[in-house]
């Protein structure tokens, strides 16, 4: 009898029986089975590099629920797949030709520049399939997805189309991140909190119905008093109580907005008033939301500021423009001072710039309505243990939002536009 060696070697090891897992076909889900079934999609992989720690993590949890079910006699499918992650994979494209070839896609052209992405795919897909079968994963490989595969892209259509009948989807604005270099919506994961030096704004803004009286707001963003609606103040602040109902004058873009109080309002942060600007930040989004105001919106998807009405101001950079909105308040006696300020501001894990709380329009997914046994629930969950799945279904019935990120130009065709399928057309509204 050989001799078992005094350490564990995985490479004589695991590949032998990882080729005979797959050689049997132990993994490969039979849909006419008549086992109980369970199946989990994997969230699928960017192809932008490679697995990180992350993915390992979550494959590693998803493999002991997939094999833990085939012990417990279930037919079990866990579905593989690769996301092509659209402005991810077209950033990592892009730097590498200009890394490797000093060019950029518009140099190549749109078909050359897609053929260039294919080969990125096909590189570094492959290697993330074969890091997650080296890591075990347990996937019925023979239904591998890609996420621009054509009969994939077809079905998400029709799938979201079939929620939008249903009632299950909707359309409405709400405040995002937005990233003006990569012109993309961000998810809360990819902003990065940096602290930064700047300045903060005392401005000063005159009552219309009080000459001569001004109420004093601090801010870090002087660049975005041209989009102020409101004046609030917290109801029970008895300082502004008799201003309830009065108008100040927004002091770039002069223009009187009105004077409201509302209960989100800190009145002990600095001088307990806030100037309301829905379009460029979250609280004061939903401040405007409670109390109608309207929204404007002064900044070009690239960050520039879009404000004819100021042509000191309009087409400048952003933060170009907020030390010249500094300089313009001063001189219109608008500015009571300025002091040195460190605040924590949140980049793009993208592009690494200072990201912007911006209006999109975004779709919804109502979850309490696919609450239903329709849905497959199962109570109690026979593979979860009963405090996991008391989580996972507290989660479910949350409302959850879906940024559709704005088309790239390797990406899903936006499903916010028009659809077509062989027997009908559908065109989405703003329906909310």
């Not at 309490?368 to 019935?397: E, H, N, V, Y």
């Not at 879906?402 to 659809?419: E, I, K, N, R």
Request: with cysteine.
């Amino acid at each position: 009898m050989a001799e078992l060696p005094k350490r564990y070697d995985p490479k004589s090891v695991e590949p032998k029986w990882y080729q005979r897992w797959t050689e049997n076909r132990d993994f490969v889900a039979n849909p006419n089975s008549s086992k109980p079934a369970f199946s989990i999609v994997m969230p699928p992989p960017n192809i932008t590099g490679v697995l990180t720690l992350g993915h390992v993590l979550n494959d590693t949890i998803q493999d002991i629920l997939a094999r833990r079910a085939r012990m417990r006699g279930f037919e079990v499918l866990w579905l593989p797949g690769m996301d092509h992650a659209g402005i991810g994979t077209q950033a990592a494209v892009e730097k590498y030709l200009r890394r490797t070839e000093n060019k950029t896609r518009h140099d190549l052209g749109r078909e050359e520049f897609l053929r260039r992405v294919l080969e990125w795919q096909d590189k570094h897909g492959g290697i993330i399939i074969e890091q997650l079968k080296r890591l075990g994963c347990s996937c019925d490989w023979s239904r591998q997805r890609y996420t621009l595969d054509e009969a994939y892209v077809a079905a998400v259509q029709k799938v979201f189309v079939d929620l939008y009948r249903k009632g299950l989807i909707y359309r409405g604005r709400r405040m995002i991140n937005w990233d003006p270099a990569a012109q993309t919506a961000v998810s809360d994961e990819e902003v990065i909190s940096k602290p930064q030096k700047g300045n903060l704004y005392f401005v000063r803004y005159e009552i219309v119905e009080e000459p001569g009286r001004f109420l004093e707001v601090a801010t870090t963003r002087p660049e975005t008093i041209m989009a102020d609606t409101a004046m609030a103040f917290h109801p029970g602040d008895e300082r502004y109580a008799d201003l309830l109902g009065k108008h100040a004058w927004r002091p770039l873009a002069r223009e009187k907005i009105p004077i409201i109080a509302d209960e989100a309002i800190d009145p002990e942060f600095g001088t307990g008033v806030l100037k309301v600007t829905p379009a460029h930040d979250a609280l004061d989004f939903e401040i405007g939301q409670r109390h109608n105001l309207p929204i404007v919106d002064v900044l070009h998807p690239d960050g520039r500021i879009n404000c004819p009405a100021i042509p000191e101001l309009d087409a400048l950079e952003r933060f170009e423009a907020r030390e010249k909105a500094g300089e313009l308040l001063l001189a219109r006696g608008a500015l009571a001072k300025t002091e040195p300020h460190e605040n924590n501001v949140g980049f793009s894990d993208r592009s690494d710039v200072p990201i912007e709380p911006r209006i999109s329009e975004q779709w919804f997914l109502r979850y309490p309505k696919t609450r239903s046994p329709g849905c497959g629930a199962r109570s109690p969950d026979p593979i979860l243990s009963p405090a996991l799945g008391k989580s996972l279904r507290a989660m479910a019935g949350e409302y959850s939002r879906l940024v559709h990120q704005p088309a790239s130009v390797v990406g899903t065709p936006d499903t916010g536009l028009v659809s077509e399928f062989p027997k009908h057309k559908f065109q989405a509204s703003n329906r909310r």
